[in-house]
């Protein structure tokens, strides 16, 4: 059964600061996505990592995928109050079912 | 107008009431999903579909059904409602031949008293 966790649960970091989100895996896959989600809002789609060694950027953003590892890193670097939100990781089974198991995700606080 | 539309976007219901969520979309994606927010347990899957033929159970199915009447809709039903089905709802897409993320609705927020 696919797990996937997340870790640290809650953020909170003071602007200018970097830090890292970490998303470990149970099994096998190829396909690693991160998610945000504002308060009261949906979730819109940040990275998506398909293959191991991946490295992906937006912005104040880097995501990375390490397969071997099962693991996915999404770096922060020189936060903003605007990057504070959740973040969920996603793996995706590779079985073929295209099913998608979550984290249960990173609340970031940035704080002036 | 978005994607993929839920109603209603908000539920109060009592317990035991038959509810129905319902998705739309206008992607043209074939594979739709249902999941389940809880805060501290990030989204659990409820059941996905990849067709009208094809509906599958997710990781929390019981207490659940689901309804797939044409490929741009999914709707999701609780025949009798509890309070620990109180949740945010989402309904997801997910295209064919892309790079797999899904494509998320606003959410549908369920209270059960």
């Known amino acids: 059964e696919l797990k996937v966790e997340q870790n640290p649960l809650f953020l909170s970091m003071q602007e200018g600061k970097n830090y890292t989100i970490y998303c470990n895996y149970s099994?096998?896959?190829?396909?690693l996505y991160w998610y945000r989600q504002d308060p009261g809002k949906s979730l819109e789609s940040l990275f998506v990592?398909?293959?191991?060694?991946a490295v992906k950027q937006e912005g104040r953003l880097m995501a990375s995928l390490d397969t071997k590892a099962r693991l996915s890193t999404l770096h922060i670097t020189a936060a903003v109050h605007d990057l504070s939100a959740t973040y969920f990781c996603?793996?995706?089974?590779?079985?073929?079912?295209?099913?998608?198991?979550f984290g249960t995700g990173t609340r970031l606080k940035v704080l002036a | 107008d978005a994607d993929v539309t839920q109603t209603p976007r908000n539920r109060i219901t009592k317990t035991g009431k038959r509810i129905m969520l319902e998705c739309s979309q206008t992607?043209?994606?074939?594979?739709m999903y249902w999941y389940r927010q809880d805060p501290g347990l990030g989204l659990r899957l409820i059941y996905y579909?990849?067709?009208?033929?094809?509906?599958n159970k997710g990781e929390i199915s019981d207490g659940y059904s689901v309804s797939r009447q044409a490929q741009a809709k999914f709707s999701l039903s609780l025949e009798s409602a509890i309070p620990n089905q109180t949740a945010l709802y989402f309904c997801?897409?997910?295209?064919?031949?892309?790079?797999?993320?899904?494509?998320f609705g606003e959410g549908s927020r369920l209270t059960v008293l």
């Open positions: 997801a897409t997910r295209g064919t031949g892309t790079t797999g993320e899904l494509f």
């Open positions: 990592l398909l293959s191991n060694g």
């Open positions: 579909s990849f067709d009208v033929k094809d509906i």
């Open positions: 099994t096998t896959s190829d396909r």
């Open positions: 996603a793996v995706g089974h590779t079985s073929g079912t295209y099913k998608y198991i």
């Open positions: 992607k043209g994606h074939d594979r």
